[in-house]
């Protein structure tokens, strides 16, 4: 059975090894994560000259891992063996080299962690990966839906020791997506310049993040939500001179999100704060935003709303055979949202 990324983690910071490891997944940050944890914990920091191997996918093969992984620690408990990149490693796809790494798997070297940092999606069902999730672990490490990014991010923050606000969270989310690898790196950024006693709020994330004050896609939405023709102007005006900080893609993409939310708010029978958090997938801090957008939005306008942007983003890929400059869709996008 496959491990989680975060019950790896939390098995590794306990210094409990395995002997093999094979990470996996088209999300980068988890990989990278658990690889940091081991190099860090295996091998004390005096020893790592002798015991620590770091090799490279692109330079070595299969052979040259098992013989590595197959060597003894020098003068010590045991010895780590780290492959990157491991999705570029010779014999990686040959059947031979395989039941090789199979062979090895069924019978490691307890002495050794061996890990492999393979970046891009493995088939579990292959008889190699099953033997080595039988003495070790198998983790992949999955793109993370947009929805489950908040939660991700004040979960992140906890760990870290550091207070951050709904609003902080979703100015972070909004503006960065889930680039993991880059949430964290901000996140740690701003912890670096706050107080001893002082948490992550909005004006945090504009100091140190580089985020607009006025100007970024919270406030044009919240600019939206409030039906505040002057406000989403100015900032889709701002978005269009700007288009290389500020794309497209992922405005419509926060927006298609937002209006597909308002059509369950409307449809939802339980519009109490507790039950639309749960429904929409939002905090509860959000949740009266919603209630307000609903009211400036009928449903039948949510509809029509919600096939502006797929029509827009259509237009942008070039479906129509035309091509639009990003501000000129982006206007006629939020006139049509606003009347």
Known sequence: MAQTPDTILKEI????????????????YYIDSIAEELEKRVVPESE???NQFVLYGKDTDLTGVLGNARRYPFMSERQFVLVKDANKLGGIEQKEQLARLEDYALNPLQSTVLVFCYHANADERKS?????????????SKKMYDNKLPEWVASFCQREGVKISPKAIQMLV??????????????????VNLRVDEGIDASAVERFVGISKEYNVFEFQKA??????LKANQIATYFSSNSKDNPLSPILIILFGFFSKLLITHASKDKSERGLSTELGVNPYFVKDYLLAAKNYPLQ?????????REC???????????????????ELVFKILH
């Open 301 to 309: 306008k949510v509809m029509h709303v919600i096939h502006y942007i």
């Open 174 to 191: 909004d503006n960065i997506g889930n680039d993991l690898k880059r949430l964290s790196n901000e996140i740690r950024k701003i912890m």
């Open 128 to 140: 190699f990966l099953k033997a080595i999730n039988l003495k070790g672990a198998v983790v992949q």
């Open 48 to 50: 790592k000259g002798f």
């Open 224 to 229: 939206l939500m409030h039906r505040d023709v």
């Open 313 to 331: 983003d259509g237009r942008l890929k070039g479906l129509d055979g035309v091509s639009i400059p990003e501000g000129e869709l982006l206007r």
């Open 13 to 28: 910071r306990s210094k409990s090894f395995r002997p093999i490891y094979f990470l996996h997944g088209d999300e980068p």
